[in-house]
């Protein structure tokens, strides 16, 4: 039974209007630098400012809808055999897709938790409008020991879930084909996944409008943007 993987970065949702991580930064965040405000040490910093960075890309994601990439992955799952969604990106709009099982390895937006004890935070409901340009929110206190709320999300320097990064590398190294869409393949270990799966011997197919360190590898390189890319794309992987 054939095994297709498919591996998303930023650039899949980018046709949903969600920029993507190095864009992500307009407006009150636009002079500082993704890598420098995805971390724990800005969190403790300046709370408010990441927060409130955080709820305007969950407010942006709630606001968006899944685009015909999204659809695509959602009915490729369909039509073959076995098939693993790996992901990076922290929206879901893969699960609003239609996407049954999404491997998930830098978190989600929708899954704060207390930054001291983990346990788990409500989610603040939509204030339509807000924030509109995006401004600093001090984060809600947790109801268990009332530590600071934290983004459910990987931040540079922490770990990525162990389940999903194993499953995600056992995945890779058991497929035909893995389909890379949307990503700048720059962000370790996920970026690994890929030539995981070369290595065992798998077609890499990249979908990318710009040109990436999976160059090197992919068998087939499709510069166009996902939305256009996908669904001829998955017309010809569900024949094979
Ligand atoms: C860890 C959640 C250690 C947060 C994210 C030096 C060398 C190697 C590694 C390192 C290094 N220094 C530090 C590291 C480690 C670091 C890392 O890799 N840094 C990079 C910058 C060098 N990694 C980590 O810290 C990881 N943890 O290593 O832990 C450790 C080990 C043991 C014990 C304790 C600790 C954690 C990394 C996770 C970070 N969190 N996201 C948030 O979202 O705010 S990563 C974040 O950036 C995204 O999730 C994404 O994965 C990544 C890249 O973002 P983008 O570039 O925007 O998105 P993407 O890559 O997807 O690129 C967009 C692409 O789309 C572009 O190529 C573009 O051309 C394309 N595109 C645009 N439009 C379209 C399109 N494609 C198709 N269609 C279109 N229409
Ligand atoms: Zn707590």
Known sequence: MRHVVVFTGAGVSAESGIPTFRDALAGLWERF??????????????????????EWRRMQVMRAQPNAAHRAIAQLEE????????TQNVDDLHDRAGSRSVLRLHGSLFA?????????????PEIPGEPASGRALAPPRCARCGGLVRPGVVWFGESLPEAAIARAFEAAQSCDVLLSVGTS???????????VAKRAGARVIQVNPNPTALDEIADLNLRSPAATALPTLVESLSRD
């Open 185 to 195: 393949s720059l962000v370790h270990p996920a970026a690994q996944v890929p030539f």
């Open 112 to 124: 704060p938790r207390c930054f001291d004890c983990d346990e788990p935070a409500a989610l603040a």
């Open 79 to 86: 039509r073959v055999g076995r098939f693993t969604l790996i």
């Open 33 to 54: 630098d993704a890598e420098e405000l995805a971390t724990p040490e800005a969190f403790r910093r300046n709370p408010a400012l990441v927060w409130g960075w955080y």
